[in-house]
């Protein structure tokens, strides 16, 4: 009986460290998870007479690469530019929102899938939109970080743009949509 005993207290010794390695292996991966989540949010409101919105959202891809989603809806079926600016408001009707975005100075506007290095980071490729007026893009890039979209702003514009500065801007036109960029669970 006493060996009986024995065995059972050894048996419960070893169940208690099996579950508390189980939890704390748990907890570590989902530390992990937590650090992969980084999102960064921005809400896309109408500007002007506008009647667009949708939502921008931007995610870090193994820490490399920044994948980038945006939805909009009540706007004319077709494609539109769609680019970062380097300002932090959408004021006055979305002047406040500034240029697009040139960290490398290349004063270039261009194809989305080159490097920044010879085109405005900002450039990002054209929404799809349906007959329906709903629609957007996702896409990959390693042009920016995560951290660099913080704070400034997603603009759409009215119509399709080419990614030439043939007209300005790729012919994108004026700026319908607009929002701040933030990041999702910040304090
Ligand atoms: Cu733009």
Not at 87 to 103: E, T
Request: some cysteine.
């Amino acid at each position: 009986m006493n060996r009986m005993k024995k065995i059972i207290c050894v048996f419960s010794a070893l169940l208690i460290g099996v579950t508390a390695t189980a939890v704390s292996t748990r907890a570590a991966a989902k530390k992990v998870k937590a650090a992969a989540k980084r999102v960064a949010v921005a809400a896309i409101a109408p500007l002007g007479t506008n009647t667009v919105r949708g939502t921008f959202r931007a995610w870090e891809e193994k820490s490399v690469a920044v994948s980038v989603e945006v939805t909009v809806e009540n706007l004319k079926p077709g494609k539109h530019g769609a680019h970062i600016h380097s300002g932090g408001s959408c004021g006055d009707d979305g002047k406040a929102a500034g240029p697009h975005w040139d960290p490398n100075s290349t004063g270039k506007h261009g194809n989305p899938s080159d490097p920044a290095t010879v085109h405005h980071a900002a450039d990002m490729p054209n929404l799809n939109v349906d007959a329906k007026g709903n629609g957007g893009m996702k896409f990959t890039t390693t042009n920016f970080k995560l951290a660099d979209l913080i704070g400034k702003t997603i603009v759409i514009h009215d119509n399709f743009d080419n990614y030439t500065d043939s007209p300005a801007n790729g012919g994108s036109g004026p700026r319908i949509g607009c929002g701040v960029i933030g990041e999702k669970g910040a304090p």
